[in-house]
Antibody, heavy 119, light 112 residues
């Protein structure tokens, strides 16, 4: 059974950065692509980017390019998402999710991490 | 992000059938990419409901069915039950590469 366990809630100031972790277990970390999806309160789901271990690189949505950095530590089976230059509108729940087919078909999700941007 | 288009809300009485539409473009659904559906209960992460246009993961009852045609897809829920009340999202792949993954805006299902 695949499990994705995320780090805890964060409160950050505008202009700062936040890093959220996602520790995977029960799957095949060397081949499971992990994506980051966020949900602004009361709104829908939005894909930020992901890490594909089969090609050893990350990709991000055009909207977040230059602000999001996704890395992975294979020794601890953990994927990290760092979002910089935080704005109030980045306040959201951030989920990691495993893509059964690369960056799509998300069959397992983390519990979510609330990131609050507040002065 | 443009995203797939879903109706904001649908409703139905217990036992009835409802259909949720999901409209895309030639860059996503219309390019032949699969559509997947997720259900989200309040305060929880989404869960996979339908994958590859019409397939149900184990544990999902056959009251849930889905199809895809052209640039659109639809999710049908028959024999509505109170516990079906949730937000439903469709998702596909975006070949325009503004984002590799595209979601619908979500549809709130209310069981009357």
């Amino acid at each position: 059974q695949v499990q994705l366990v995320q780090s805890g809630a964060e409160v950050k100031k505008p202009g700062s950065s936040v890093m959220v972790s996602c520790k995977a277990s029960g799957g095949t970390f060397s081949s499971d692509a992990i994506s980051w999806v966020r949900q602004v309160p009361g709104e829908g789901l939005e894909w930020l980017g992901g890490f594909n271990p089969t090609i050893g690189t990350s990709h991000s949505a055009q909207k977040f390019q230059g602000r999001v950095k996704i890395t992975a530590d294979k020794d601890t089976s953990t994927v990290y998402m760092e979002l910089s230059s935080l704005r109030y509108e980045d306040t959201a729940v951030y989920y990691c999710a495993r893509g059964r087919e690369g960056y799509t078909l998300f069959d397992y999700w983390g519990q979510g991490t609330l990131v609050t941007v507040s002065a | 992000q443009s995203g797939l288009t879903q109706p904001p809300s649908v409703s139905g009485a217990p036992g009835q059938r409802v259909v949720i539409s999901c409209t895309g473009t030639s860059s996503d659904i219309g390019s032949g990419y699969d559509v997947h559906w997720y259900r989200q209960l309040p305060g929880t992460a989404p869960t996979l409901l339908i994958y590859a246009n019409k397939n149900r993961p184990s544990g999902v009852p056959d009251r849930f069915s889905a199809s895809k045609s052209g640039t659109s897809a639809s999710l049908a829920i028959s024999g509505l039950q109170a516990e079906d009340e949730a937000v439903y999202y469709c998702q596909s792949y975006d070949s325009s590469l503004t984002a590799y993954v595209v979601f619908g805006g979500g549809t709130q299902l209310t069981v009357l």
